[in-house]
């Protein structure tokens, strides 16, 4: 009797070892398993998803090199300062305004700067400001205009406007004068000059009157 | 009571000899028990093991496809990135294309505010603030530019600075200061 009683008692402590770490152990290694297969699905999909969304990225990204070929923002400094002027003079002609003096000033003297795009998640694409202070004469709706268009051209120039006051305190005259700021922008590429634009002693007085 | 089993044995049957029995009878069914058991336990380790295999095979499997996956998409995270990128110098260079019309339509919207008997001679920009100076026909056209002007969206406030009667025109001439939102 004691040996059946030994064997029974065996047999249940077999069946419940079975359960416990053969049965509950795997399935708790499965489990884990199908877990780690369930993120690798998850991962594979979002592969997937990333892989499916490469023609409309590339798409956008055509797009935005295009848009971004319309403005001149990898030119030299001289390059740059050339164009715009040529343009400014272009915009002053046709909006019978005229451009009595632009001065190139130095970074430090207007307080700008190099600045860095705040891009969120990415890398900050630095660009460098070349600062020229103009004056621009016309009448109301003319100062207007070519204060509109000087941002519009192919040289990406932040326009800021420091003062507008009639040309002639009597009143006489109905001409205005703007001072504006002017802050050319290019791109620092790897292989570009210095970052901060080198300061210059010497100002460069540009009449450009129309013709 | 005691039960006597008068059945031949198997061996006395069929061979003729009485052999002695290998097991009690009362340890038979236990027995059978234990061997059950343990036959349950093997084979709810072979099932177990089969389906953890096939598991850890589709796993391998999937880590097998993501690898290969993951060049390609690493170059298109790349493209992203640079999409990121180039979307950002696209505002930042739309946002400088628009900053001479922003300014322009200020100036605009604050003539256009004035009222008729009142004008604007000149207007500085200091460090956000406007300075404001003009003439007006009278001084009650001053006031109707301060309420006119305070309520333009990009200011917070139109400030007096000064008011003198013009002694050249008929009028007065005002000085105000638009503080910015």
Same mark, same amino acid.
Do not use: G
């Given at each position: 009797m004691t040996g059946a009683k030994v064997l029974r008692f065996a047999a249940v402590a077999v069946v419940l070892a079975a359960y416990a770490f053969v049965f509950r152990g795997g399935e708790g290694r499965i489990a884990a398993q199908l877990g780690e297969n369930a993120r690798l699905v998850e991962r594979l999909r979002a592969a997937e998803r990333t892989l499916g969304a490469r023609p409309h990225i590339e798409a956008e990204r055509t797009r935005l090199r295009g848009r971004l070929r319309?403005? *001149?923002?990898? &030119?030299g400094r001289s390059a740059l300062v050339a164009h715009f002027l040529r343009d400014a003079a272009a915009i002053a002609a046709k909006h019978h305004a005229t451009i009595p003096t632009i001065t190139a000033t130095s970074a430090a003297a207007t307080g700008a700067q190099s600045t860095v795009l705040a891009a969120g998640v990415t890398e900050p694409e630095p660009l460098e400001a070349l600062p020229l202070e103009i004056t621009v004469e016309g009448r109301y709706a003319d100062v207007l205009a070519v204060i509109r268009a000087l941002s519009r051209t192919r040289i990406p120039a932040a326009v800021d406007v420091a003062s507008l006051a009639r040309k002639h305190a009597d009143g006489a005259d109905a001409a205005l004068t703007a001072a504006l700021h002017v802050q050319l922008q290019r791109r620092l590429s @790897? *292989?570009? &000059? @210095?970052r901060v634009t080198a300061p210059s002693d010497r100002s460069t007085d540009v009449r450009a009157r129309r013709g | 009571m005691r039960r006597i089993n008068y059945l031949p044995s198997w061996s006395e049957r069929h061979l003729g000899i009485a052999l #002695? #029995?290998?097991?009690a009878a009362e340890l038979r069914a236990p027995l059978v028990a234990f061997t059950g058991s343990l036959a349950l336990c093997g084979v709810l380790w072979g099932v177990q093991a089969t389906r953890l295999h096939g598991v850890e095979r589709d796993g391998v499997a999937y880590a097998a496809q993501l690898a290969a996956t993951q060049l390609d998409v690493a170059r298109v995270r790349a493209l992203e990135h640079d999409v990121v990128r180039l979307r950002a110098l696209a505002e930042r260079v739309e946002t400088i294309r628009r900053s001479g019309a922003l300014h322009a339509n200020e100036i605009a919207a604050l003539g256009n505010r004035l009222p008729a008997n009142a004008w604007l001679t000149s207007l500085h920009a200091d460090r956000g603030a406007l300075a404001l100076e003009g003439h007006g026909a009278r001084l009650s056209a001053v006031g109707t530019t301060i309420t006119a002007l305070a309520a333009?969206?990009?200011?917070r406030a139109a400030r007096l600075v000064a008011i003198h009667e013009d002694p050249q025109r008929s009028g007065v001439t005002y000085a105000l200061s638009l503080e910015p939102r």
């Open positions: 319309t403005v *001149e923002l990898d &030119a @790897p *292989e570009a &000059a @210095p | #002695p #029995p290998v097991l333009l969206p990009a200011y």
